[in-house]
Each structure stands twice: as structure tokens, then as C-alpha cells.
């Protein structure tokens, strides 16, 4: 994809993993996405149980060297650490930018869930190197690639980020949702329309139906209206559905990605919806060579 960027899905599913015919379409792994540009290392979204397979892909002869933009430490975003291949080799690096804490730095904090006698290692006993660096409004480089982490709306400190490289971006705006604060349900923080300004692609919570929400908007996730709201607010050309519930079978997440299919085609006309599923590869090229 001479020029353009690759966006991989690995993981798509919120809250827990989940396995079953019924998942067998969208996947039961959780939140992990991937994004690679020619000349450049890899950038990972979260590190949920899809790193696992992303891993699988990524994995090269030599050492990886590579960037993990973390939104937050709710299990379902960091439990594929430990089984991330390319961390097997002695010399690969994974620098993981992930929600500054206050309990401490970001690697003790980590390593608080990671260790004995919730799991056997610790992120120091990987084989390769993991450097963490704590992260809330920041604007910073990755090889290249012009990163922009916000803080989001989230039950526990969380951040959205964004990724302008080659001249396409991509804003990933998971767990994120307007019942944790007293705002206006159709309110959106400026801090994510920034992320969300313009972008090629915003991969967002869709985690409940309109009707679901009412009941669970303390959980922290948005309604399908609300990630299209969002789309289309901030002009986003393209919107993934993220995080899907796994609650939800295959056939849910079908009929929710027809109702914001409509929803879009009404409000925000030529907004395109997609929703994610595990080994969905989204190709972004520039608008003059579409
Ligand atoms: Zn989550
Ligand atoms: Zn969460």
C-alpha cells in the first residue's frame, strides 16, 4: 500500500472475552487494533487478548521494535501483554504510552496487576524490553508518526488518542461515554472532537443499543447513536464500531450496524460506517489517489 496506511483489527470486543458459535463472525477477542505504515514500526491500539493474535502477524526473524498506544488498565485492554510473540526475542522494544496515574508511576501501577499471584511474570521478565510512559493531554512523536493523546470520559483515567502519519489519521476513541458525567447526553468534550476532527478513520465504543443505554450509561460506554453523533460532529470520514458487547452475538451486531448505517445516511450523509470484526483490515489511501 505504497503512500497509504494499514489498519488491522485484532480484538474488538468489550468488557471480556468471549467464545462461542454465536461470536464466531466478529470475534471474541478484546480491544486491540494495529496500524502500519511502510517505513515505519508498527503503532498498536491497547493491548487487550487480540494482541495475541496480533503478535502472531506482527512477528518478524529479528527483534520488534514497536509503539502500544494504551487507553486505559481496565483488564480487557492489557491482558495480552505476557502473550505478545515478538516480546519472546531478547532484543525487541515495546514502548506502551498509556493514561498517566495517580497512584504512581505508569510501569509500577502496571506491574501491580501483572505479577504474582495474579500472574506468573512480570513485564520485567518478558524477554525483550517494555518501556511505559505515562500520558494525559500530550502531543508527541512516534517515528515519525505526530501522536495526540486527550483524556475521555471513562470510569477509571482513561485517553483517547489519535494518529496523523503520510498525511492520513486515525483517532481511536474507545471506552468512552456521556453517563459519567452530568453533560448533556448529546454533549461531545472538546478534547475528543479535536481527536476526532477530519479523521480518515474514528474507531469508537459502540457498545450498547439507544434502549440498553439508559440502564448501563453509569458503565462508561456509548450507544451506537452516540458514536455516530460523534462521526458526524466532528466530520470523520469514516467511523468503526468498537467494543461491541459481548453480551451481543453476531447477528446483534449486524442489526446495530444497519441502524447506524441509517442513522448516518440521515445525519450525516456521507459519513461511512463499518463495524469491526477480528482480521478486518482497513486500507486509508489519500483522497486523490481513491
Ligand atoms: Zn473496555
Ligand atoms: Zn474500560
Known amino acids: 500500500m505504497p ?8 480484538g474488538v470486543r468489550g468488557s471480556t472475552p468471549c467464545a462461542g458459535e454465536q461470536y464466531r463472525r ?10 502500519e505504515v511502510d517505513g515505519h514500526d508498527p503503532i498498536i491500539f491497547d493491548m487487550g487478548t487480540g494482541l495475541r493474535p496480533c503478535g502472531e502477524k506482527l ?6 521494535h514497536g509503539t502500544v498506544l494504551l487507553t486505559h488498565l481496565h483488564w480487557d485492554h492489557i491482558q495480552g ?46 524477554h525483550g524490553t517494555v518501556r511505559f510512559h505515562g500520558a494525559g493531554t500530550d502531543d508527541f ?16 483515567p482513561t485517553i483517547g488518542f489519535r494518529v496523523d502519519v503520510e498525511g492520513l489519521s486515525v ?3 474507545s471506552d468512552h461515554g456521556p453517563g459519567c458525567s452530568d453533560d448533556p447526553d448529546a454533549f461531545v468534550p472538546p478534547d475528543v472532537l479535536e481527536l476526532a476532527d477530519g479523521v480518515d478513520l474514528l474507531i469508537h465504543d459502540a457498545q450498547h443499543t439507544c434502549d440498553e443505554f ?10 451506537v447513536d452516540y458514536a455516530v453523533h460523534v462521526a458526524h460532529e466532528a466530520g470523520a470520514q469514516r467511523l468503526a464500531l468498537f467494543h461491541h458487547c459481548p453480551s451481543h452475538s453476531d447477528d446483534q451486531v449486524d442489526l446495530m450496524h444497519l441502524y447506524a448505517n441509517a442513522l448516518a445516511e440521515h445525519v450525516a450523509g456521507d459519513l461511512e460506517v463499518l463495524a469491526a470484526r477480528e482480521g478486518l483490515v482497513v486500507e486509508l489511501q489519500h483522497a486523490l489517489a481513491r
Open 81 to 126: 501483554l505476557p502473550f505478545f510473540a515478538p516480546m519472546s526475542q531478547a532484543d525487541s522494544l515495546l514502548d506502551v504510552y498509556g493514561p498517566a496515574q495517580e497512584a504512581g508511576p505508569l510501569d509500577a501501577v502496571f506491574g501491580g496487576v501483572m505479577c504474582p499471584p495474579y500472574f506468573p511474570i512480570t513485564p520485567d521478565e518478558l
Open 141 to 156: 512523536a512516534v517515528n515519525g508518526a505526530k501522536v495526540r493523546s486527550r483524556w475521555v470520559r471513562h470510569t477509571s
Open 214 to 223: 439508559e440502564s448501563k450509561r453509569h458503565f462508561g460506554h456509548s450507544s
Open 3 to 10: 503512500g497509504g496506511i494499514k489498519l488491522t483489527f485484532h
Open 59 to 64: 512477528a518478524g526473524d529479528g527483534p520488534f
Open 26 to 35: 466478529y470475534g471474541g477477542n478484546t480491544s486491540c487494533a494495529s496500524l
Open 171 to 173: 483517532a481511536y476513541v
